[in-house]
């Protein structure tokens, strides 16, 4: 792996002979050791999908395989691709709710998915309003492992002058399922959680019967003191961590995950300077939510600073870049910036300035971990991870079937595919349903270069037109400038009028400008641009014309707030849907619209 202080050569266009060899090899490698060691696992066995496969194997009833096929690696590789079908969440959620039965008996989840016994179940955030589905989540050896360490050691690095990171996470637990043993005692306290904590608390092995003791430390590295993350109120969480981070004045890197988080952490020590620099002055944590079980640990980290205060106090708040001035030594950020979240990227450099890098972690998800950066002067640029996981794709014009599954070696340049997953922590095929666009190949060891897309089912429908995440983000983007600069937006079929028709929920950076209604038109253009079924039903009189909503500024990082709470999601992975169905959600932007246009109505309160 390259650091973030190197640069990768070009990606190449085509792959040689070569690379297609070690490609191969490594995935052959990979689906040995996956076949080998899973095939004792519950799932493994008993799963319906993996019946024919089962079948080639010669897999018996005690879990003994045939050890000619596993020597022959292209014979192993063929009948995966030939007789392992396409799987979704539905074929998994019969084993892992076994989980989640009361009681939890350790006989009936042990090599469930994979050898022994989870270290953390996964439970996604359920983005688009569905239900959150959970994935166990095992301990692997080190050689498998290489895309967690890389990331775990790059978003905490330890600094060579000292300096400090301010690292904005959390390590609260949706629940913790326990399993007993055959005479009813504690066999394993397993934390339900979101992919970054897990895997913080798996890398670290902080088992949570600790959680009382990790309180009580911090890390010499870390602005923060560990008990910041385990406050369960995001707003507390992040004012915190902001308190702690502004004292510091050797810090030199921020690690927010998503610029979304990012943003709201930018808006609270803005929005709360004043507050800030008197605790800094006192030494006093002030009342928060949340915060009783961990106030003594946070105040004995918390010492007045007047020296500091009077520092900060001459600091010009309003000058771009100002957290330069509050932190000279920072040099960088993390926070994923491509896809749907580049849109609060202009705000955050009001804050960290132009020169700042924006870094990114990868693509990491509650199945797995997809890719790793590849370029950060590109930070849409990202690198497929070959190592720990069988990583396919499904063109995305093809017939969604298991036989037009490719492998990393088949994939052309320009194309789109969605990604299907074959993981260590037993999933097999299993359709991930995001799109992506491959732009070349790593010329060092062939691996794919991609761009994140979108969704598969994601988009926008309000007749015979289908537009996707990807176009509706282009449109906002176009007519971005007019709106006063878009820091977030999302998208939803407004049946308010007559004839249904697009409204885009918008919070704006700053002031609605004069420019307003000329977005609008811009909107209604750039979309009969992006897609022309679109255009079509839209003449035919079958879609009105656009609206933008402008929401009051703080309301995505209140939806946030008021997910972790509605959920019991811990706070510091909330991703607002692009596209909106849930009325619930809707409800929640439509209480906080301030004004709408279209190109046929007056600003309305």
Same mark, same amino acid.
């Given at each position: 792996?390259?650091?973030?202080?190197?640069?990768?050569?070009?990606?190449?266009?085509?792959?040689?002979?070569?690379?297609?060899?070690?490609?191969?090899?490594?995935?052959q490698?990979?689906?040995?050791?996956?076949?080998?060691?899973?095939?004792?696992?519950?799932?493994f066995?008993?799963?319906?999908?993996l019946?024919?496969?089962?079948?080639?194997?010669?897999?018996?009833?005690? !879990?003994?395989?045939?050890?000619?096929?596993?020597?022959?690696?292209?014979?192993?590789?063929?009948?995966?691709?030939?007789?392992?079908?396409?799987? @979704?969440?539905?074929?998994?959620?019969?084993?892992?709710?076994?989980?989640?039965?009361?009681?939890?008996?350790?006989?009936?989840?042990?090599?469930?998915?994979?050898?022994?016994?989870?270290?953390?179940?996964?439970?996604?955030?359920?983005?688009? !309003?569905?239900?959150?589905?959970?994935?166990?989540?095992?301990r692997?050896?080190?050689?498998?492992?290489?895309?967690?360490?890389?990331?775990?050691?790059?978003?905490?690095p330890? =600094?060579?002058?000292?300096?400090?990171?301010c690292?904005?996470?959390?390590?609260?637990?949706?629940?913790?399922?326990?399993?007993?043993?055959?005479?009813?005692?504690?066999?394993?306290?397993?934390?339900?959680?979101?992919?970054?904590?897990?895997?913080?608390?798996?890398?670290?092995?902080m088992?949570?019967?600790?959680?009382?003791?990790?309180?009580?430390?911090k890390?010499?590295?870390?602005?923060?003191?560990?008990?910041?993350?385990?406050?369960?109120?995001?707003?507390?969480?992040?004012? $915190?961590?902001?308190?702690?981070?502004?004292? *510091?004045?050797?810090?030199?890197?921020i690690?927010?995950?998503?610029?979304?988080?990012?943003?709201?952490?930018?808006?609270?020590? /803005?929005?709360?300077?004043?507050?800030?620099?008197?605790?800094?002055?006192?030494? &006093?944590?002030?009342?928060?939510?949340?915060?009783?079980?961990?106030? @003594?640990?946070?105040?004995?980290?918390f &010492?007045?600073?007047?020296?500091?205060?009077?520092?900060?106090?001459?600091?010009?708040?309003?000058?771009?870049?100002?957290?330069?001035? $509050?932190?000279?030594?920072?040099?960088?950020?993390?926070a994923?910036?491509s896809?749907?979240?580049?849109?609060?990227?202009?705000?955050?450099?009001?804050?960290?300035?132009?020169?700042?890098?924006?870094?990114t972690?990868?693509?990491?998800?509650?199945?797995?971990f997809?890719?790793?950066?590849?370029?950060?002067?590109?930070? =849409?640029?990202?690198?497929? $991870?070959?190592?720990?996981?069988?990583?396919?794709f499904?063109? *995305?014009?093809a017939?969604?079937?298991?036989?037009?599954?490719?492998?990393?070696? &088949?994939?052309?340049?320009?194309k789109?595919?969605?990604?299907?997953?074959?993981?260590?922590? /037993?999933?097999?095929?299993?359709?991930?349903?995001?799109?992506?666009?491959?732009?070349?190949?790593?010329?060092?060891? /062939?691996?794919?270069?991609?761009?994140?897309?979108?969704?598969?089912?994601?988009?926008?429908?309000?007749?015979?037109?289908?537009?996707?995440?990807?176009?509706?983000?282009? $449109?906002?983007?176009?007519?971005?400038?007019?709106?006063?600069?878009?820091? *977030?937006?999302?998208?939803?079929?407004?049946?308010?009028?007559?004839?249904?028709?697009?409204?885009?929920?918008?919070e704006?950076?700053?002031?609605?400008?004069?420019?307003v209604?000329?977005?609008?038109?811009q909107?209604q253009?750039?979309?009969?641009?992006?897609?022309?079924?679109?255009?079509?039903?839209t003449?035919?009189?079958?879609? !009105?014309?656009?609206?933008?909503?402008?929401?009051?500024?703080?309301?995505?990082?209140?939806?946030?707030?008021?997910?972790?709470?509605?959920?019991?999601?811990?706070?510091?992975?909330?991703?607002?849907?692009?596209?909106?169905?849930?009325?619930?959600?809707?409800?929640?932007?439509?209480?906080?619209?301030?004004?709408?246009?279209?190109?046929?109505?007056?600003?309305?309160?």
């Amino acid at each position: 792996m390259f650091t973030t202080d190197e640069f990768p050569p070009q990606p190449i266009s085509s792959l040689t002979a070569e690379l297609v060899g070690s490609l191969k090899e490594r995935t052959q490698e990979v689906l040995s050791y996956l076949v080998k060691t899973n095939s004792i696992s519950a799932y493994f066995n008993d799963a319906d999908s993996l019946s024919d496969f089962r079948n080639v194997l010669g897999l018996t009833t005690q !879990g003994q395989l045939d050890s000619d096929l596993l020597s022959k690696p292209d014979e192993l590789l063929g009948a995966y691709h030939d007789n392992v079908s396409l799987t @979704e969440y539905s074929d998994y959620q019969p084993f892992i709710s076994r989980f989640f039965e009361e009681p939890c008996k350790a006989s009936a989840v042990e090599n469930l998915m994979a050898p022994g016994m989870p270290f953390f179940i996964v439970h996604s955030t359920g983005t688009s !309003g569905a239900i959150p589905k959970s994935y166990p989540k095992y301990r692997h050896p080190e050689h498998m492992s290489t895309s967690t360490s890389h990331v775990m050691k790059a978003s905490n690095p330890v =600094s060579k002058n000292g300096g400090k990171n301010c690292i904005v996470y959390s390590l609260v637990s949706r629940q913790v399922v326990t399993a007993l043993n055959v005479d009813g005692e504690v066999d394993r306290c397993m934390p339900v959680c979101i992919m970054s904590t897990g895997t913080v608390r798996m890398f670290n092995d902080m088992v949570v019967d600790r959680d009382p003791f990790y309180q009580t430390l911090k890390l010499p590295n870390n602005s923060s003191p560990l008990a910041v993350s385990y406050i369960p109120d995001y707003r507390s969480m992040l004012f $915190v961590h902001a308190l702690f981070a502004v004292q *510091e004045r050797q810090l030199e890197l921020i690690n927010a995950m998503f610029t979304t988080v990012l943003r709201d952490f930018c808006h609270t020590i /803005g929005n709360n300077w004043n507050t800030i620099l008197d605790c800094i002055e006192t030494g &006093k944590v002030p009342d928060l939510e949340g915060i009783d079980h961990v106030r @003594e640990s946070l105040e004995r980290y918390f &010492k007045a600073d007047p020296k500091r205060t009077a520092e900060l106090r001459a600091i010009e708040t309003n000058a771009p870049g100002w957290f330069t001035k $509050v932190w000279p030594g920072l040099h960088t950020a993390f926070a994923i910036s491509s896809g749907p979240f580049v849109m609060p990227v202009p705000e955050i450099r009001k804050y960290i300035g132009p020169d700042i890098p924006l870094n990114t972690l990868g693509i990491t998800c509650s199945e797995a971990f997809l890719a790793l950066p590849y370029d950060q002067r590109d930070p =849409s640029l990202y690198k497929v $991870v070959g190592s720990d996981e069988i990583i396919e794709f499904l063109p *995305e014009d093809a017939p969604e079937e298991s036989r037009n599954v490719i492998q990393t070696w &088949k994939v052309e340049v320009g194309k789109r595919y969605e990604v299907i997953l074959t993981t260590r922590d /037993g999933l097999w095929r299993f359709r991930l349903n995001d799109i992506v666009e491959v732009v070349g190949f790593d010329p060092r060891d /062939g691996q794919p270069i991609i761009h994140y897309v979108q969704r598969r089912d994601g988009g926008l429908r309000i007749a015979n037109e289908l537009t996707t995440e990807d176009q509706l983000r282009q $449109v906002v983007l176009s007519a971005s400038e007019l709106l006063g600069n878009v820091s *977030e937006f999302c998208a939803a079929a407004d049946y308010r009028k007559t004839l249904p028709r697009y409204a885009f929920f918008a919070e704006l950076q700053g002031d609605i400008p004069t420019s307003v209604s000329s977005a609008v038109t811009q909107v209604q253009a750039a979309l009969f641009e992006q897609n022309d079924n679109y255009r079509t039903e839209t003449l035919a009189g079958k879609i !009105g014309t656009p609206v933008i909503r402008v929401v009051r500024q703080g309301t995505f990082g209140e939806y946030r707030e008021w997910k972790v709470r509605k959920d019991n999601i811990a706070a510091g992975q909330i991703k607002v849907p692009t596209v909106v169905f849930n009325h619930e959600v809707l409800e929640f932007l439509e209480e906080r619209v301030i004004e709408e246009f279209s190109v046929l109505t007056t600003a309305t309160s």
